[in-house]
């Protein structure tokens, strides 16, 4: 069985950093890239960034760049998402998700973890 | 960024019922166009990626079509487990985006 397990809900104030932890099972690790995709309450999901995990390249939306960082342990098979600089409007929740290609990520996101609430407030 | 307009943001519907729910890209997408439903508390699960196709363990009832710039999500009859919402997603080039959503309730 596929899984993605994330990390837990955090609480933030403004100006810190959260640290996202999504824990990939049951497939060939290296084989799907990895998204990262933010939804305020009532929102529409938002696509943050991809990693391709065998060559750890990334790409991140201009939204979040130079706030976004997107890493990977192959050996603990395990993707880190960090944002920092955090805002009132960063209070989401914030999933991790495999892109259903094993090449280039564009097939669509078949696999999400269960999503990571953050609250940012002072 | 591509804009991604569905129609429309809500919609309600009977059990039996055919439902079609359009997506309207800004530019050409090819067929980089996928579709998501999402019920409350629970992520978004994958239905039809690359405007038509199937995921497994997807309900034959759903399908899409298009390409280009206009496509469809068509929910042949409506089971009273598909009330939820659906989105529509790009990712023919970054940032992905996705469409505002529509809302299908129960009539």
């Known amino acids: 069985q596929v899984h993605l397990v994330q990390s837990g809900a955090e609480v933030k104030k403004p100006g810190a950093a959260v640290k996202i932890s999504c824990q990939a099972s049951g497939y060939s690790f290296t084989d799907h890239p990895i998204h990262w995709v933010r939804q305020a309450p009532g929102q529409r999901p938002e696509w943050m960034g991809w990693i391709i995990v065998n060559s750890g390249g990334t790409r991140y939306s201009q939204k979040f760049q130079g706030r976004l960082t997107i890493t990977k342990d192959i050996s603990a098979r395990v993707v880190y998402m960090e944002l920092t600089g955090l805002r009132s409007d960063d209070t989401a929740t914030f999933y991790c998700a495999r892109d259903g290609g094993t090449a280039w990520p564009h097939h669509g996101m078949d696999v999400w973890g269960q999503g990571t609430t953050v609250t940012v407030s002072s | 960024d591509i804009q991604m307009t569905q129609s429309p943001s809500s919609q309600s519907a009977s059990v039996g019922d055919r439902v079609i729910i359009s997506c309207r890209a800004s530019?050409?997408?090819?067929?980089?166009l996928h579709w998501y439903q999402e019920k409350p508390g629970t992520a978004p699960r994958l239905l039809i990626s690359g405007a038509s196709g199937l995921q497994s363990g997807v309900p034959s009832r759903f399908s899409g079509s298009g390409s280009g710039a206009d496509f469809s999500l068509t929910i042949s009859s409506v089971r009273p487990e598909d009330f939820a919402t659906y989105y529509c997603?790009?990712?023919?080039?970054?940032?992905?985006?996705f469409g505002r959503g529509t809302l299908l309730e129960i009539k």
């Open positions: 530019q050409p997408i090819d067929t980089f």
């Open positions: 997603q790009q990712t023919y080039s970054t940032p992905y985006t």
